[in-house]
């Protein structure tokens, strides 16, 4: 009896520990699929939008060439620097901090050629986080954002301020404008969900996206994900 009892007991530890063996492989099969689905979806965004920017850009230089030769000789330049900078990093897994933030300047240089004293913009990166890796395609699009939906529409334009930080395991990076605060296009999209997405897939529940009133008038986006993990 005895004997039946202790051999029930292993039995059934040995169930237990084959259930959550398969438990936790499946859990790790389901998020190795997420993950690529979330990096196919960026894959597809990328695809819609880069050539809606390209094509753009490349007009307008080409009107400026006609109407005013150094304004568009200077979008070219900044063009070039743009296509430079993220043509070679855009679809990497892995980037750098200071990688992205020469995308983004390049991206900024070019909206300030086409809106002049309306777009204002200020990157603020401490030298020391120029190289910590960091996943490509996360931050760009808040900056997008920021221009788009928050300065374009606004008479006087505004001011977008990029600013990166590391304090107590946390690397922040914020995107704040002095445009036209929430509204539907800025807080909803794929955008926007696609970024949660991906902190998700890559950081679970210790990569978060926050967005908030920058008062007086605009909005603030932030990122915050463990500081050295990528």
Do not use: C
């Not at 150094?70 to 063009?79: E, N, T």
């Not at 990166?125 to 120029?130: F, R």
């Not at 996360?138 to 990029?162: F, T, Y």
């Amino acid at each position: 009896m005895f004997g039946a009892i202790i051999t029930y007991i292993f039995a059934s530890r040995e169930r237990i520990i084959a259930s959550e063996a398969q438990f936790q492989e499946e859990k790790i099969k389901r998020l190795t699929s997420e993950k690529k689905a979330v990096e196919a979806n960026l894959k597809l965004l990328q695809a819609q939008i880069e050539p809606h920017f390209l094509f753009n850009t490349l007009s307008n230089i080409l009107s400026l060439l006609d109407t005013n030769p150094q304004k568009g000789k200077s979008m070219l330049v900044d063009f070039i620097q743009y296509l430079r900078a993220s043509l070679s990093k855009i679809r990497q897994e892995k980037a750098t901090l200071g990688q992205e933030m020469d995308m983004i300047q390049a991206y900024l240089s070019i909206f300030k050629v086409r809106m002049g004293d309306r777009l204002n913009y200020n990157i603020d990166l401490p030298d020391h986080l120029h190289e910590i890796s960091f996943p490509p395609m996360l931050i760009q699009p808040l900056v997008e954002n920021a221009v788009k939906h928050g300065l374009e529409p606004k008479i006087d334009g505004g001011e977008v301020l990029i600013r990166g930080f590391a304090k107590d395991g946390i690397l922040g990076l914020e995107v704040v404008d002095t445009g036209v605060g929430f509204n539907g296009a800025r807080d909803s999209g794929m955008g926007l969900s696609n970024i949660r997405d991906r902190l998700f897939s890559l950081y679970g529940n210790d990569g978060r996206l926050r967005l908030e009133e920058n008062l007086p008038r605009g909005l603030k986006a932030t990122i915050e994900v463990p500081y050295g993990k990528s």
